[in-house]
């Protein structure tokens, strides 16, 4: 490596090389729920598996962390608040220029009387007088030194800018975001959903005793009792006195009345049953409920005595049976409609509602996923946890049935209520209510009590009723590990069987039930858990006693606390006792009979007793020793045992177990006692269960419990999964020496834990993390596990105790116990003394050991290349040999996965996640106790691990090799392989020696570089393996990103005298090196080396939808963002370091320029600033490309043949995937970043010595830029608005082209004529994307307006930043211009970029630094900017007016000088300053005619403020200039008053229409502005959707263009003048040029515009065709093209030749398909007519409006406008006869409207033969008015005139207009003879004409016939011929109409005919009669039609003169041949 800049040793020494790396092993205090943990009671000697168990679930987790790991993330979660640290940026867009609310005033409509040849510098008013200047900008022309202005600009653009470009982005996708390991949730007790339910009222009718509620949720659909009993009381103190004797005292746990429960599977049958017990008395169950049935407390008066009498009955009772009670009545309800009503009412707005279901999905985490069955229905239903609180009200209660109480009775009973919804008559019921509020639980209540009576956090400060937690009994497994110590036992006695029994005494039967420590009575222990308001925990339970039922059956529940240490004497004791009700007369004490005695051993065989029992009896005395056995099996005894029912069975019961210490699980049971039996202290032969096990057999046995571990029950293997695997790991680790023999099981425990893992990942039931890890097991590794004997160096948590170290490993034999004990103990010693010396290193390690070395030393440190060619280790023989000192967990591991075979290493690499996890664990801790004894790095681990874990990587890749080619759908487990393989190596990074990583790294690469797999699969791999990598904390250093190649020249601004060129080469080359991926630089930087080839790798290649594109890219963006938000890269010359690591990027995204999609995102903020309606894109087409660019004033499109080559290659075949937008984003932000960050001079240089085609393909990825990060505004609408649609197309086309050329803009010109839209089709490979939205704005709906806020706020900083580091490279390659060959080109392609930028949205930020730099442009290069780039300085003037008339005074002001300027600068060549005046006439002409939201009253104040300007300029004084500026202005002022007339037609479009016609005729002297105006009207007419007139103004345009073409060059494919266009339209004569003595092109600044060319003239025509194509003039277009192609094919454009060719075949195409279906318009007459009109009195107008227009459709149109400007005056004339002017009010306004058709003379019907024909170029159109003599428009046949009248317009239709004046006006008037010839020939036509259809339309047909020969038609023919044919008229004038007539009819009754038949073809099967019925009235009209038709008149037949006979004939043909034409 070449010398180290003295800079860079100096950064390297303060950052340090390789940082050490903290870690941290750290004991964490579990949190614990409740104020202490739940632990076994004091002073008990601990067996040792409940010790273990206590010890697991109180000891501190265990985590490994890394200090730095996650410094580059945090910076994220800040992104929250960052919005409060940023500066608002204000942009037009937002601004809401403030206007005057002016009314609608009538237009002023003498306006158009102007006088159309006004000139130019008529100026309404003066700009002197009416208006103040804004304010000037500072300094404008202070700088006489260019490098001052550079330096000046430069510092005002660093300043305030935000440091970190990535904060401003919204992140990345987090599906890429592989790195990121999700940390496993901490282990913690399992909770379903909870609720809580408050008991607020239990009353009955009647209240006189004491009532005990107990509450239990039950699930019907898995009949089970889903929570334990929930019990409370609300007695009064008067009722609880009663029972004062009975309650020793009132413990404060028992006063709660709410209780928490919890639900973990929803199911819509959760019923919550409340079961109502009160004292016994004596009775039934119905006698008690009698007096609640039939009294009421409200009937006080008659019942008062009774109730009296009742009370102190109870009172009595109490008081002696207080102890005992009896059932009496239950409620349920179900609990789950009530959730589920309750959340279907909330509304969606709550807050909580916002994390929706989270919280009960999370919980949910390890439930059943798949067997959703199960509660997949409740799911739908309701959210467990956000319903709102609701309050339940029960109001009848069920009676109890005494012989119906048990659980099945229960079940049945809510089943018929499930099943009728509502209770069966058989049920008895009491009236009562109950009222419970249910509310779910988020946090924990105060005063809450966890089920074992522990105060849960938080406490409550005072006394308040505490609730409890009820424990749940899930009605189907939970898969949680246990964490906390639970030992609980529940009671069922179920019932009694005394049927046989003959004595009477046992019929009130209780159960008394206790839990005894030994035999003797005082051995009973208070461990029972007491019920409401007495004492907590009670030593014995009496059951409820069924009146006089022999066998009663119980429903009892007793929970009782089990002792940790059980011994065989531990029983459960059942006492049964009659209970006498009544006292007898004699009778005193006791009301208890004993009848006999039960009991239940705890333990049997050291294994806690659950389950069903049915135990038998004995009676009078309990055996000696009974507790030793159960008391089926009792042995005899003397004197013999008396049983009832001779020792049968009579008793049932139920017991469960809630534990955390009892497995209930055959292995597990087994293998915990048989690993105890290891560690001593137990005697031999060893009991197991039944079975006895002697010493000798141990090992045999424990191997098997072992190997059968894996086949015990799911559930208990993960309640108690923590407890197993450190047992296994203990004895992985742990050599065992078992009857003095060593016995070594660690392959066993080994294959054990990988199958238990192979188990929990095959589990349907459990989930898995996205990286495919099972999360129970992830947990365990990152809290739980910790090295075997880790006790010895952790102090263990408060309750484990430390075993001493002679019992740790157990001998067996007992004798040799100690002294095994003691040798082991020494050989520890002995080993850890004399720790594993570690081989020789190998050759890679010492280089490695040298850059260590060398920290902050100048000397050559040594490359990274070295560890590429690497000599292997020498293998150390690995196997059983190692030798026996003490063994390192991570070793013995490492050496198990590689010596592992078969299924079991199988499934070890399958879940290699795992063993990775567990080895860098083990690794770390090992590690850190290393640290404390200051071993180096390199001699942590020993050799033979090195290689083991080689080993473990080479077959991990392999193994992923082999997937991937052999099993291909098994890619996902490759994916997760290799994203776990990536993980281990950047874990063992920071634990091992990284030269050694790097060599496992780098055979990764090998391996995975294999041929046979498809090549994006393996990039993906590779990608996400270095991703991973890469987020290394300490990444930066191990790229040696210090070590930057030699850096740019000192001097920031070299010049050029200081460096003789030839120096310059091989530096050039050096700095051209550093943008390159070059050999040396992935040797250099290994890492980054590697993850940047594979994106260049990746961005090569096709793959299906881009995904690989994406992810390379993702993964270098969020690596660069991890740097960028990285506090320890805060510094400006650390950052300038890292992004030089990374200037190879910048190479490659220019490469791949052509891939991006930088689509222009659409949603604008409010209007764009060319304005007009939001419009729905898509039926608009998108304006041909190069039109828009011309409307718009920008360069024309063209190509530079260099440019061509690249498009060739994007369309050849092989079509790469482009990048989606966003991907596209995010490269476009990492190229942006290393450029804001890289060393300045150093990217200067760069662009001075790069070929200037590069450098073009620089300019145009930033104009890519600026549009990527366009802001888009607040107010994002959905809709597109046109105009924006139209600007993001300029945008591409600018990009698009423009930037492609290399060549200053005069060679330009003659190339011109090249590829003139080759950039279209370019557009559709690129552009055409579906228009992605930014992902910030797509989810506009559901965002508040604060969140939109913020979201403007950050992206509009986005947009600011990102600008702003365009501009600075902007500037950077601007100021190195002096420096490079071609300045003319570099300049402009920077002006083209600038110019882009003003093209978009900015900010008022950027737009002030963005004119500085223009400003500085102007002055340092002006001349060569208005000679070279004419049309750009065309465009910069367009784009700076724009800014003029801006509502923000920073742009105007900002603006102003810009202009201002240019103006000055441009004056020292008279040439440039014409030009640049007519640039500015025009940009603001073009400027006023599109835009409607155009703010006239801002420009004048600019104009005014450049007024200014000039007046304060005092160099120029002396000079033309001020008052040639004085000059322009007025011009602009004036053309400024035409908008302000324009203004206010803007609702009336066609008058709006005339005034720009006008102005543009006034212009007639101004061919540039006259096309400009042209243009404007184009754009007006397409926005209404006037597509066809849109096309004639760019027909004038291009006619205008041709003219003077004509007389600039004379070549012969160029077309004559205007005179080649007649065939398109005759009117475009009017364009004939002014004769050249007026104006001579060549003068100063004349048709010098980007029109006035060749491809100007072929740009214009082809936008003309597209539009006329919209507009369905297909024919048209052809003869548009017939002066295109000329052109063309002089050119030999074959490209272009072939898209045309195809636009005219789609537009014959068109002709030929829609026929008779176009639509072309509708003509309507429409006359003005009273003075308020002004010069539009009395005017006549045909207006064109669209095809179908009805009349009240136009007629309501104009109404609305004009009777806004007239009101009430206004009158629409409704009748079309001719208007009398005397009788009209001169006080109103008239229109009247006609609708007309064209008119032809007969032969022009000769020429017109298609419809198309008959609908274009017209100009004679036609009305009629029906009359009679009588005055009344419509009267009889025979006294029914019409009046024919003829217009005819000024010009042809379609005109660059919709309406025409009326010139001409003819009438004629028809006889009523004549009216009914005309009235048949008419209905003849459209019968011949739908018969003769090609496809016949039955429907029309037979309409037609309707109306032809239908019987009841009026006027129809019949009656026609009645009234003219029945007699022979007496006037011999009328003899020749009279045979005409008759000739009619003939034939019309022929084509009746004719029809009839046709139809009989055409009906379907029931149309039969109606076709009979058409025949009949046929046949009945022909015969009355007959006599008529077959009478001539005499007269006419005689024979005459032969001219007339033939004129005749020729006549009747031509009436015959019409009909047989349109056929």
């Given at each position: 490596?070449?010398?180290l800049?003295?800079?860079?040793s ?11 790396d903290?870690?941290e092993v750290?004991?964490?205090e579990?949190e614990c729920?409740?104020v ?5 009671e ?5 067996d040792?598996?409940?010790?273990d ?7 501190p ?7 730095c790991q996650?410094?580059?993330w945090?910076a994220y979660s800040e992104r929250?608040c960052l ?10 867009s ?11 005033k009538?237009?002023?409509l003498?306006v158009?009387?102007?006088d ?6 008529s100026s309404?008013?003066?700009l ?5 200047p ?11 030194n260019h490098?001052d202005l ?6 005002a653009r660093q300043g305030?800018?935000h ?9 990345a996708?987090e ?6 390991r999700?940390?496993?949730?901490c282990?913690?007790?399992h909770?379903?959903d909870?609720i809580i ?14 009532l005990?509620?107990?509450l239990?949720?039950y699930?019907?659909r898995e009949k089970k009792k889903?929570s334990?009993?929930f ?7 008067q009722?609880k006195?009663?029972l004062?004797p009975?309650?020793?005292q009132t413990d404060h746990s028992t006063l709660?009345?709410?209780?928490i429960?919890?639900?973990t599977y929803?199911?819509?049958?959760i019923?919550l049953?409340?079961?109502?017990e009160?004292?016994?008395q004596q009775?039934?169950i119905s006698?008690c409920a009698?007096p609640y ?10 019942n008062k005595e ?8 109870s009172e009595m ?12 009545a239950?409620?349920?309800v179900?609990?789950?409609n009530?959730?589920?009503?309750a ?5 969606t707005?709550d807050?909580?509602s ?10 949910r985490?390890q439930?059943p996923?798949?067997?959703?069955e199960?509660f997949g229905?409740m799911?739908?239903?309701?959210n ?17 049935e005494?012989?119906?109480l048990s659980d099945e ?7 018929d209520?499930?099943?009728f919804s509502?209770?069966q008559r058989?049920?008895k019921?009491?009236p009562?209510?109950i009222?419970?509020d249910?509310t779910?639980?988020?946090?924990n209540?105060v ?7 522990i105060p ?7 006394n308040v009723?505490?609730?409890?937690e ?9 898969y949680v590990p246990h964490s906390?110590?639970?030992?609980l ?5 179920q019932?009694?069987n005394f049927?046989n029994?003959l004595t009477?005494?046992?019929r009130?039967?209780?159960?008394k039930?206790?839990f005894m ?5 005082s051995?009973v222990m208070?461990v029972?858990f007491?019920k409401s308001?007495?004492p907590?925990f009670?030593q014995?339970?009496y059951?409820p ?6 066998s009663p059956?119980f429903?009892?529940e007793?929970k009782?606390?089990?002792p940790?240490?059980?011994t065989?004497?531990h029983?459960?004791?059942f006492?049964?006792y009659?209970?006498?009700?009544q006292?007898?007369?004699?009778q005193?004490?006791?009301s208890?009979?004993l009848?006999g005695?039960?009991?239940l051993?705890i333990?049997?065989?050291?294994r806690?007793q659950?389950g069903?029992?049915c ?12 507790s030793?056995h159960?008391?089926?099996r ?5 004197p013999?045992?008396?049983?009832m029912e001779?020792?049968k069975g ?6 469960q177990?809630?534990?955390s ?9 087994r293998?915990?006692?048989?690993c105890h039996?290891?560690?001593?202290g137990?005697?031999f032969?060893?009991?197991v ?9 141990l090992?045999?046995?424990l191997?098997?419990?072992i190997?059968?571990l ?5 559930e208990?293997?993960v309640?108690y999964?923590h407890?197993?695997l450190?047992?296994l790991?203990t004895?992985?680790?742990q050599?065992?020496v078992?009857?003095g023999?060593?016995?070594n ?9 990988v199958?238990?893992v192979?188990s929990l990942?095959?589990s349907q039931?459990l989930?898995r ?5 099972n999360g ?10 910790r ?9 263990t948590g ?9 019992g740790r490993y ?7 116990a100690?002294?095994v004990?003691t040798?082991?103990?020494?050989s ?5 003394s ?11 390690d ?5 850059i ?7 000397n050559p ?5 070295t560890y590429v060619d ?5 293998q150390?023989?690995?196997g059983?040999?190692r030798p026996?000192?003490r063994?390192?967990?991570?070793e013995?591991l490492?050496?198990q996965i ?12 399958k879940?290699a996640?795992f063993?990775f996890e567990?080895?860098?664990k ?6 850190s ?6 071993v180096p790095?390199?001699s942590?681990?020993s050799?033979?691990f090195?290689?083991?874990?080689t080993t473990?990587v080479s ?8 997937i991937l080619v052999?099993q291909?759908k098994?890619l ?5 392989v290799?994203i ?9 990074l920071?634990?091992?020696?990284r030269?050694?990583v790097f ?9 995975m570089?294999t041929?046979?797999?498809s ?5 993906s791999?590779?990608?996400e393996f270095?991703?991973?990598?890469c987020?290394?904390e300490?990444?930066?250093n191990l790229?040696l990103?210090?070590s ?27 700095i051209?090196?550093l ?5 040396e630089?992935k040797?250099q930087?290994?890492?980054a080396g590697?993850?940047l080839?594979?994106l ?6 096709e ?8 992810k ?5 963006y969020s690596l660069l963002c991890a ?19 990374y200037l ?6 220019i490469d791949s320029?052509?891939y991006?999609?930088?689509?222009v ?16 894109p898509?039926n608009i087409?998108?304006?041909?490309q190069?039109?828009?660019m011309a409307?718009a004033?920008n360069?024309?499109?063209?190509l530079a043949?260099?440019a061509?080559a690249?498009m ?6 092989k ?7 966003e991907?596209?984003r995010?490269l476009l ?6 450029m ?6 150093l ?6 010595d790069?070929?200037?085609?590069q450098?073009?393909r620089?300019?145009e ?9 366009e802001y888009?505004?607040k107010?994002?609408s959905?809709?597109?608005s046109t105009q924006?649609?139209q600007?993001?197309q300029?945008a ?15 060679g330009e010109?003659?190339r ?6 080759r950039?279209g089709?370019r557009?559709?490979?690129r552009?055409?994307?579906d228009?992605?939205?930014w ?8 965002k ?6 913020q979201?403007a ?6 947009a600011?930043?990102s ?5 600075d490279?902007?500037e950077t390659i601007v100021q190195?211009?002096p420096l490079?060959d071609c300045?003319?080109s570099?300049?402009g ?6 110019l882009?930028?003003l093209?978009?949205?900015q ?5 002030s630094h963005?004119f500085?730099?223009l ?5 340092k290069?002006g ?7 004419a049309?750009?300085c ?5 784009k700076?007016?724009?800014?003029c008339?801006s509502p923000v005074?920073?742009n ?8 201002y300027?240019i103006m000055?600068?441009?004056f ?7 030009r ?6 025009m940009?603001?002409?073009s ?6 939201d155009f703010?006239e009253e801002y420009?004048?104040r600019?104009?005014?403020t450049?007024?200014a300007?000039?007046?304060?300029d005092t160099?120029m004084?002396?000079t033309p200039l001020p008052?040639?500026v004085d ?6 002022n004036s053309i ?6 324009m203004?206010e037609?803007?609702?009336d479009?066609?008058?709006?229409m005339?005034?720009?016609?006008r102005i543009?005729?006034g ?5 540039d ?6 243009q404007n009207?184009a754009?007006k007419?397409?926005?209404?959707k006037c597509?066809?007139?849109?096309a ?9 263009v041709?003219e003077y073409l ?5 070549h012969k494919y160029?077309p004559?003048?205007s ?6 339209s ?5 364009e ?8 001579s ?9 980007q029109y ?13 065709a ?6 369905g003039?297909?024919?048209t277009v ?5 002066i295109i ?13 072939v898209?045309?060719h195809?636009k ?7 002709i030929i398909?829609?026929?008779h279906?176009?639509m ?6 429409v006359g003005?007519y009273g003075a ?5 009195d009395?005017q ?5 409006e669209p ?5 009240p ?5 104009l109404?609305?406008f004009?009777?806004q400007?007239?009101g009430?005056a206004?009158?629409m004339?409704?009748d079309?006869?001719?208007i009398d ?5 001169a ?7 006609t609708?007309v058709?064209p008119f032809?003379?007969d032969?022009?019907?000769k020429?017109r033969?298609?419809?198309?024909e008959k609908?274009?170029?017209?100009r004679?159109?036609m009305?009629?008015t029906?009359?009679?003599k ?5 009267g009889?046949l025979?006294e029914?005139?019409k ?8 010009h ?6 919709t ?12 006889t ?18 739908a ?6 339309d039955a ?5 037609l016939?309707q ?15 009645q009234?003219?044919?029945n ?9 020749r109409?009279h ?7 003939k034939?019309f009754i022929?084509r009746c005919?004719?029809?009839v ?5 055409l009906?379907?099967l029931?149309?039969?009669e109606?076709q009979?019925?058409?025949k009949k009235n046929?046949?009945r ?10 009478r001539?008149i005499?007269?006419?037949y005689?024979?005459?003169k032969?001219r007339?006979v033939?004129?005749?004939s020729?006549?009747?043909?031509s009436f ?5 034409e349109?056929s």
């Amino acid at each position: 490596m070449s010398q180290l800049r003295s800079g860079d040793s100096a950064l390297m020494q303060e950052l340090g090389d390789f940082p050490d790396d903290d870690l941290e092993v750290e004991l964490l205090e579990k949190e614990c729920r409740t104020v202490r943990h739940s632990v076994p009671e004091e002073g008990v000697e601990l067996d040792s598996h409940v010790r273990d168990c206590v010890q697991s679930y109180t000891q501190p987790w265990l985590m490994v962390s890394r200090r730095c790991q996650g410094d580059s993330w945090s910076a994220y979660s800040e992104r929250a608040c960052l919005h409060k640290t940023l500066q608002k940026q204000t942009f037009e867009s937002d601004v809401q220029p403030e206007k005057p609310e002016t009314p609608v005033k009538s237009p002023s409509l003498a306006v158009l009387s102007d006088d159309s040849s006004r000139t130019l510098t008529s100026s309404d008013f003066d700009l002197r007088s009416g208006l103040t200047p804004d304010p000037r900008v500072e300094g404008l022309l202070h700088f006489s030194n260019h490098d001052d202005l550079d330096r000046f600009n430069q510092e005002a653009r660093q300043g305030n800018r935000h440091p970190e470009l990535f904060a401003l982005y919204p992140p990345a996708d987090e599906d890429d975001a592989v790195e990121i390991r999700p940390i496993p949730d901490c282990p913690k007790e399992h909770m379903g959903d909870r609720i809580i339910i408050r008991c607020q009222a239990i009353k009955f009718e009647i209240d006189i005793e004491p009532l005990f509620a107990t509450l239990a949720l039950y699930d019907l659909r898995e009949k089970k009792k889903i929570s334990e009993n929930f019990y409370c009381d609300l007695n009064s103190d008067q009722f609880k006195g009663f029972l004062k004797p009975h309650t020793p005292q009132t413990d404060h746990s028992t006063l709660s009345r709410a209780a928490i429960f919890s639900i973990t599977y929803p199911s819509p049958d959760i019923y919550l049953v409340i079961k109502i017990e009160k004292v016994l008395q004596q009775g039934e169950i119905s006698d008690c409920a009698e007096p609640y049935m039939v009294m009421k407390e409200t009937d006080s008066a008659k019942n008062k005595e009774k109730l009296e009498k009742l009370r102190n009955q109870s009172e009595m009772f109490c008081q002696r049976l207080g102890r005992y009670r009896m059932p009496f009545a239950w409620a349920t309800v179900n609990i789950m409609n009530v959730i589920s009503t309750a959340t279907l009412d909330r509304d969606t707005t709550d807050s909580d509602s916002l994390n929706g279901k989270s919280s009960s999905l999370e919980k949910r985490g390890q439930l059943p996923r798949r067997n959703s069955e199960r509660f997949g229905t409740m799911e739908d239903q309701c959210n467990m946890s956000a319903f709102k609180p609701a309050t339940i009200t029960i109001s009848t209660f069920c009676k109890q049935e005494g012989d119906r109480l048990s659980d099945e009775d229960l079940f049945k009973f809510l089943a018929d209520i499930k099943k009728f919804s509502s209770l069966q008559r058989r049920i008895k019921t009491i009236p009562g209510t109950i009222r419970l509020d249910v509310t779910p639980v988020h946090d924990n209540p105060v005063a809450c009590l966890s089920t074992e009576l522990i105060p849960v956090k938080p406490l409550a400060e005072k006394n308040v009723r505490p609730v409890k937690e009820v424990l749940e009994f899930p009605s189907s497994e939970v898969y949680v590990p246990h964490s906390t110590y639970r030992n609980l036992l529940y009671v069922y006695p179920q019932r009694l069987n005394f049927v046989n029994r003959l004595t009477s005494g046992g019929r009130n039967i209780t159960i008394k039930i206790q839990f005894m420590s030994g035999e003797d009575p005082s051995c009973v222990m208070p461990v029972i858990f007491g019920k409401s308001n007495g004492p907590e925990f009670v030593q014995e339970v009496y059951t409820p006693v069924t009146y006089h039922n022999k066998s009663p059956d119980f429903y009892e529940e007793v929970k009782m606390v089990l002792p940790a240490r059980l011994t065989e004497r531990h029983h459960l004791l059942f006492t049964f006792y009659h209970i006498s009700c009544q006292q007898k007369q004699n009778q005193t004490g006791a009301s208890e009979t004993l009848i006999g005695y039960s009991w239940l051993p705890i333990l049997s065989t050291d294994r806690l007793q659950t389950g069903q029992y049915c135990l038998p009896i004995a009676l009078d005395r309990l055996p000696v020793n009974y507790s030793l056995h159960s008391p089926e099996r009792i042995t005899p005894q003397v004197p013999p045992v008396k049983w009832m029912e001779s020792h049968k069975g009579v008793f049932n019961l139920e017991i469960q177990a809630v534990s955390s210490v009892h497995t209930q699980d055959n292995h597990l049971e087994r293998f915990f006692t048989l690993c105890h039996a290891l560690e001593g202290g137990v005697t031999f032969p060893l009991r197991v269960r039944e079975e006895k096990i002697p010493e000798n057999k141990l090992e045999h046995e424990l191997k098997l419990s072992i190997i059968s571990l894996s086949s015990s029950r799911l559930e208990p293997l993960v309640l108690y999964l923590h407890l197993v695997l450190d047992k296994l790991f203990t004895l992985i680790m742990q050599p065992m020496v078992i009857a003095g023999q060593t016995a070594n099981l660690a392959q066993i425990a080994f294959e054990s834990v990988v199958s238990i893992v192979n188990s929990l990942h095959n589990s349907q039931e459990l989930a898995r993390d996205q990286q495919g890890r099972n999360g129970l097991l992830a947990t365990y590794l990152y809290w739980v596990f910790r090295l075997p004997d880790s006790n010895e160096l952790l102090n263990t948590g408060p309750g484990g105790v430390v075993p001493p170290t002679e019992g740790r490993y157990s001998t067996m034999g007992r004798a040799s116990a100690t002294t095994v004990g003691t040798m082991l103990l020494q050989s520890r010693l002995r080993s850890s003394s004399n720790p594993d010396i570690p081989a020789p290193h190998s050759a890679e390690d010492t280089e490695v050991k040298n850059i260590l070395a060398a920290k902050g030393q100048n000397n050559p440190g040594s490359r990274m290349s070295t560890y590429v060619d690497v000599s292997s280790h020498p293998q150390s023989s690995t196997g059983g040999t190692r030798p026996s000192n003490r063994k390192q967990f991570h070793e013995e591991l490492a050496l198990q996965i590689v010596v592992s075979t078969g299924v079991c290493r199988e499934n070890a690499y399958k879940y290699a996640w795992f063993f990775f996890e567990l080895l860098v664990k083990s690794m770390a801790q090992h590690v850190s106790q290393l640290e404390k004894q200051d071993v180096p790095r390199r001699s942590r681990f020993s050799d033979r691990f090195k290689d083991d874990v080689t080993t473990i990587v080479s077959v991990v890749t392999a193994e992923i090799g082999t997937i991937l080619v052999k099993q291909q759908k098994e890619l996902e487990q490759a994916e997760k392989v290799n994203i776990s393989l990536a993980f281990f190596l950047y874990d063992l990074l920071s634990l091992m020696d990284r030269g050694f990583v790097f060599i496992l790294v780098k055979n990764y690469c090998n391996q995975m570089s294999t041929k046979t797999v498809s090549m994006p699969t393996l990039i993906s791999m590779r990608l996400e393996f270095l991703r991973i990598l890469c987020s290394h904390e300490h990444y930066l250093n191990l790229s040696l990103y210090f070590s930057s190649p030699a850096s740019a020249p000192v001097s920031p601004c070299p010049s050029i005298s200081s460096q003789s060129s030839s120096s310059c080469s091989f530096q050039e080359q050096r700095i051209l090196g550093l943008f390159e991926l070059s050999q040396e630089f992935k040797q250099q930087h290994y890492l980054a080396g590697l993850l940047l080839t594979e994106l260049s790798a990746a961005l090569d290649m096709e793959s299906e939808g881009g995904k690989v594109q994406k992810k390379a890219i993702n993964a270098t963006y969020s690596l660069l963002c991890a740097h960028d938000l990285d506090q320890r890269c805060t510094r400006p010359d650390v950052r300038a370091k890292v992004a030089t690591l990374y200037l190879p990027l910048v190479g490659i995204i220019i490469d791949s320029i052509n891939y991006l999609d930088f689509t222009v995102s659409e949603a604008r903020g409010g209007k764009s600033k060319t304005g007009g309606a939001d419009e729905d894109p898509d039926n608009i087409t998108p304006i041909n490309q190069s039109i828009a660019m011309a409307i718009a004033g920008n360069p024309f499109n063209t190509l530079a043949r260099n440019a061509l080559a690249s498009m060739a290659s994007v369309q050849s075949a092989k079509a790469v995937a482009t990048l989606s937008a966003e991907t596209s984003r995010n490269l476009l932000l990492c190229f942006l970043w290393v450029m804001k960050n890289a060393e300045r001079s150093l990217i200067q240089r760069w662009t001075v010595d790069m070929p200037s085609a590069q450098l073009n393909r620089l300019l145009e990825l930033l104009t890519i830029c600026v549009s990527c990060f366009e802001y888009r505004g607040k107010r994002s609408s959905d809709k597109v608005s046109t105009q924006a649609l139209q600007k993001s197309q300029q945008a591409k086309m600018q990009l698009e082209d423009s930037l492609l050329r290399g060549i200053g803009a005069r060679g330009e010109m003659m190339r011109r004529a090249g590829g003139s839209d080759r950039a279209g089709q370019r557009v559709n490979l690129r552009w055409r994307k579906d228009l992605t939205q930014w992902r910030q704005t797509n989810d506009k709906h559901d965002k508040t307006k604060a969140e939109l806020d913020q979201e403007a706020l950050i992206s509009g900083n986005l947009a600011t930043e990102s600008n702003l580091i365009v501009l600075d490279l902007l500037e950077t390659i601007v100021q190195a211009v002096p420096l490079a060959d071609c300045k003319e080109s570099v300049v402009g392609g920077v002006l083209r970029v600038l110019l882009h930028c003003l093209t978009c949205n900015q900010s008022t930020t950027f737009l002030s630094h963005c004119f500085s730099t223009l400003r500085a442009l102007v002055v340092k290069f002006g001349d060569l900017l208005f000679e070279e780039e004419a049309e750009q300085c065309a465009d910069l003037c367009q784009k700076v007016l724009q800014h003029c008339s801006s509502p923000v005074d920073g742009n105007r002001s900002q603006a102003c000088a810009t202009l201002y300027l240019i103006m000055r600068y441009s004056f020292s060549s008279a040439n440039n300053f014409s030009r640049v005046k007519m640039q500015v006439t025009m940009s603001l002409a073009s400027l006023v005619g599109k835009s409607s939201d155009f703010h006239e009253e801002y420009l004048r104040r600019s104009l005014r403020t450049i007024l200014a300007y000039a007046e304060e300029d005092t160099e120029m004084q002396n000079t033309p200039l001020p008052s040639q500026v004085d000059e322009l202005l007025r011009n602009l002022n004036s053309i400024l008053s035409d908008t302000v007339k324009m203004r206010e037609f803007q609702e009336d479009p066609e008058m709006l229409m005339d005034l720009m016609y006008r102005i543009a005729k006034g212009y007639q002297t101004s061919p540039d502005l006259r096309l400009t105006w042209l243009q404007n009207m184009a754009e007006k007419h397409k926005n209404r959707k006037c597509f066809t007139e849109s096309a004639m103004c760019l027909v004038h345009a291009a006619a205008l263009v041709a003219e003077y073409l004509s007389m600039l060059e004379d070549h012969k494919y160029l077309p004559v003048g205007s005179v080649t266009f007649q065939n398109i339209s005759p009117n475009v004569l009017e364009e004939s040029a002014v004769s050249d003595d007026i104006l001579s092109p060549d003068e100063d600044g004349v048709c010098s515009g980007q029109y006035f060319t060749t491809s100007g003239l072929v740009g214009l025509l082809k936008q003309a065709a597209e539009l006329f194509s919209n507009g369905g003039l297909y024919e048209t277009v052809n003869e548009v093209y017939k002066i295109i192609m000329p052109v063309l094919e002089a050119h030999r454009d074959f490209r272009e030749l072939v898209s045309t060719h195809e636009k005219l075949q789609r537009a014959f195409d068109n002709i030929i398909q829609k026929g008779h279906k176009r639509m072309f318009g509708t003509y309507f007459r429409v006359g003005f007519y009273g003075a308020k009109f002004g010069d539009l009195d009395e005017q006549e107008f045909v207006y064109k409006e669209p095809g179908i227009t009805h009349l009240p459709e136009i007629s309501h149109r104009l109404e609305n406008f004009y009777s806004q400007c007239f009101g009430d005056a206004l009158e629409m004339i409704k009748d079309s006869k001719d208007i009398d002017r005397s009788k009209l009010d001169a006080n109103k306004a008239y229109i009247q409207i006609t609708y007309v058709e064209p008119f032809f003379d007969d032969y022009e019907m000769k020429d017109r033969l298609t419809n198309f024909e008959k609908n274009f170029n017209l100009r004679r159109f036609m009305y009629t008015t029906p009359f009679t003599k009588a005055g009344r428009p419509r009267g009889e046949l025979n006294e029914q005139y019409k009046r024919k009248t003829i217009l005819t317009t000024m010009h042809t239709f379609p005109y660059i207009k919709t309406r025409i004046n009326v010139i001409q006006k003819e009438e004629f008037d028809l006889t009523p003879i004549e009216v009914a010839i005309e009235d048949m020939q008419k209905k003849t036509r459209e019968l011949a004409v739908a018969t003769h259809r090609e496809r016949p339309d039955a429907k029309m047909l037979q309409m037609l016939l309707q109306g032809s020969v239908g019987a009841t038609v009026n006027q129809g023919p019949l009656e026609v011929a009645q009234v003219f044919l029945n007699e022979i008229p007496a006037d011999p004038k009328l003899f020749r109409h009279h045979n005409k007539l008759r000739l009619c009819f003939k034939e019309f009754i022929m084509r009746c005919g004719e029809a009839v038949e046709k139809n009989k073809h055409l009906i379907t099967l029931d149309q039969k009669e109606y076709q009979q019925e058409l025949k009949k009235n046929y046949n009945r009209l022909r015969e009355n039609l007959r006599p008529m038709l077959e009478r001539k008149i005499p007269e006419l037949y005689k024979p005459i003169k032969p001219r007339l006979v033939n004129r005749d004939s020729v006549k009747r043909l031509s009436f015959r041949r019409a009909p047989e034409e349109i056929s």
